[in-house]
């Protein structure tokens, strides 16, 4: 009924730059918080940043000042500006929402997408 697509992942050296974006679609009504969160080899998944429908954002420590979310309501998308990359920003990065469905209009729930790969290496 919801779909997240995430896409923007790739192999980058140590100090560039990444965008990731992440794209809402099907039976939607309305979305709260959007967020992208990071599972790197053999650990356990952790938030990189949230931000709210009014544009409020938290991020983790470990990616302030070199990391930006920001979102398009318009077009139920949200980004990732990931700049001065490290190698231990290696992670699948994954996009995370809560969302009011039309066919549910009772609760919200909360949806992930599929993941997509950064791999920051010389």
């Known amino acids: 009924q919801v779909q997240l697509v995430e896409s923007g992942g790739g192999l980058v050296q140590p100090g560039g730059s990444l965008r990731l974006s992440c794209a809402a679609s099907g039976s939607i009504f309305s979305i709260y918080t959007m967020g992208w969160y990071r599972q790197a080899p053999g650990k356990q998944r952790e938030l990189v940043a949230t931000?709210?429908?009014?544009?409020?954002?938290n991020y983790a420590d470990s990616v302030k000042d070199r990391f930006t979310i920001s979102r398009d309501n318009a077009k139920n998308t949200v980004y990732l500006q990931m700049n001065s990359l490290k190698p231990e920003d290696t992670a699948v990065y994954y996009c995370n929402a809560d969302v009011l469905s039309i066919i549910e209009l009772t609760r919200i729930n909360n949806y992930w997408g599929q993941g997509t790969q950064v791999t920051v290496s010389s």
């Open positions: 931000i709210t429908s009014g544009g409020s954002t």
